[in-house]
């Protein structure tokens, strides 16, 4: 009389997490599973059964389902089969005379990056807002891949008045910040999303020389402005000039 076989598949998560269902529950994370010479069932079992009617406890397994982060499960394979996950019946599985390793393949989540060039207003965060909206555009960044790196896009907006700072998640600037033009990984585990990067600003400052223009007495300290804010007055005149009257700033020396 002669009975099939069964043969150990050490399982293999590989960085991931996995749930086995059978016929009467289900495991995470279980070490082995067992496959039945010349069967194309993989069961689960508390104690490894020998051969087919030894008396152990077997359950066939119905679906295997599994997690990691920036990651779907794409197959489980042995050395020379591969299944589709949560597969009713795990028809391609077949083993010869040899325990194997089951070991789990994953698929990396996709995701496309966009920017923003975020036009400062007093709504998103800054002090005050800019008397011109953005210029430009700056090409989105698409198929990235999870745990791969990618350099983010130059800037190619442009504002009048205002600097480019740099990228970040959040519109106000309270997300994360990302630095212009350089490289990283990993800015979302969520397959299909797309991450909007949001350009930030800085109002540039200027300076106003004051020049008494062959004024005979006086002294004036320079001001400094910064563009879009409120309107701030010039200096009162400091300068005299024996025989005349200041009639008024010029920004060229006659």
């Given amino acids: 009389i002669w009975a099939a076989k069964y043969y150990t598949l050490t399982i293999a998560e590989n960085n991931g997490e996995l749930t086995i269902a ?5 495991v995470v994370n279980p070490t082995v599973v067992y496959a039945l010479y010349d069967s194309q069932v993989l069961y689960y079992a508390e104690s490894a059964p020998e051969y087919a009617g030894d008396g152990v406890a077997v359950s066939a ?17 042995t050395t020379n089969n591969t ?19 089951l ?47 990618y350099t983010l896009t130059a800037n190619g907006f442009t504002l009048t008045g205002w600097t480019f700072d ?39 400052t200027y300076t106003i020389v004051y020049n008494g223009n062959g004024a005979t007495s006086g002294d004036m300290a320079n001001q400094e402005f910064t563009y879009d804010a409120k309107p701030t007055a010039l200096n009162t005149i400091k300068y005299a000039k024996t025989g005349y009257t200041f009639i008024g700033w010029t920004s060229s020396v006659a």
């Fill in 22 to 26: 059978h016929e009467t529950g289900s």
């Fill in 61 to 77: 397994l119905s679906a295997i389902s599994g997690v990691r982060t920036g990651y779907v499960l794409g197959t489980l394979a």
């Fill in 83 to 101: 299944i589709n996950k949560g597969a009713a019946e795990f028809s391609a599985i077949y083993v010869t005379d040899a325990n194997d390793t």
């Fill in 103 to 149: 070991t789990a393949n994953w698929v990396a989540n996709k995701y496309t990056i966009a920017f923003n060039g975020n036009t400062p207003t007093a709504n998103n965060g800054y002090t005050h807002a800019a008397s011109e909206t953005v210029k430009g555009s700056t090409a989105s960044i698409t198929g990235c891949e999870y745990d791969k790196q």
């Fill in 166 to 204: 740099s990228w970040n998640t959040a519109a106000d600037g309270t997300g994360t910040e990302y630095a212009n033009g350089k490289t990283y990984s990993n800015l979302t585990a969520e397959n299909g999303a797309t991450v909007t990067l949001y350009a930030t600003w800085t109002a540039n």
